[in-house]
């Protein structure tokens, strides 16, 4: 039942229907029980917005663990970027740290990120699929700036502390926004 400690909207928007209808009840009756109903329905729909605001779930932890790395990026701050990704995923850290300082970003965000969590592997594991945007230059004999869609796999492990790494990521430059890349 971990569906509203994700996503609230569904149940803000049926509370609001709902509280709608009584009122338009209450108009045509004017029943004063009804306020009870409107009153009931308010808590009820307030509570699971603030649970669901303040559940810290699986999903929500890739999700700020992403988005922290795509700060970092950013910054320029490859020590940043690497703290999103296991110590055990080597050639990944080798591969961000080469290629990160050979650019000058200005801009990254993610859009579009798509997260599947398998708690049946050991340890845990997850799939987030996303957009990457990159804007940026190379920082010796680059062309202008430019912006790089990325379409990104990224294979994530839980970690001691209930903390998600990056274990391993597959991307494709140019995919995924307006079509081909570099």
């Known amino acids: 039942m971990s569906w509203f400690t994700e996503d609230s909207t569904p149940v803000l928007v049926i509370g609001i229907i709902t509280v709608a209808i009584l009122l338009l009840a209450l108009v045509k009756t004017g029943r004063l029980g009804l306020l009870y109903a409107i009153l009931g329905v308010g808590v009820v729909a307030g509570a699971i917005v603030v649970i669901e605001k303040n559940t810290v779930t699986d999903t929500k932890r890739i999700r700020t663990l992403l988005n922290s790395a795509a700060a970092a990026a950013e910054r320029n701050d490859v020590a940043g970027v690497l703290e999103a990704i296991s110590?055990?995923?080597?050639?990944?850290?080798?591969?961000?740290?080469?290629?990160?300082?050979?650019?000058?970003?200005?801009?990254?965000?993610?859009?579009?990120?798509?997260?599947?969590?398998?708690?049946?592997?050991?340890?845990?594991?997850?799939?987030?699929?996303?957009?990457?945007?990159?804007?940026?230059?190379?920082?010796?004999?680059?062309?202008?700036?430019?912006?790089?869609?990325?379409?990104?796999?990224?294979?994530?492990?839980?970690?001691?502390?209930?903390?998600?790494?990056?274990?391993?990521?597959?991307?494709?430059?140019?995919?995924?926004?307006?079509?081909?890349g570099p």
């Open 87 to 180: 110590p055990n995923a080597q050639s990944l850290r080798q591969e961000v740290s080469r290629q990160l300082p050979q650019f000058e970003v200005q801009s990254a965000y993610i859009r579009g990120l798509e997260i599947k969590i398998n708690r049946f592997n050991n340890p845990p594991s997850a799939v987030a699929t996303f957009i990457g945007h990159v804007e940026g230059r190379m920082r010796r004999g680059g062309l202008a700036t430019q912006h790089i869609p990325v379409q990104v796999k990224a294979t994530l492990v839980l970690g001691p502390n209930d903390r998600w790494f990056v274990e391993m990521a597959e991307w494709q430059l140019g995919i995924g926004v307006g079509g081909g």
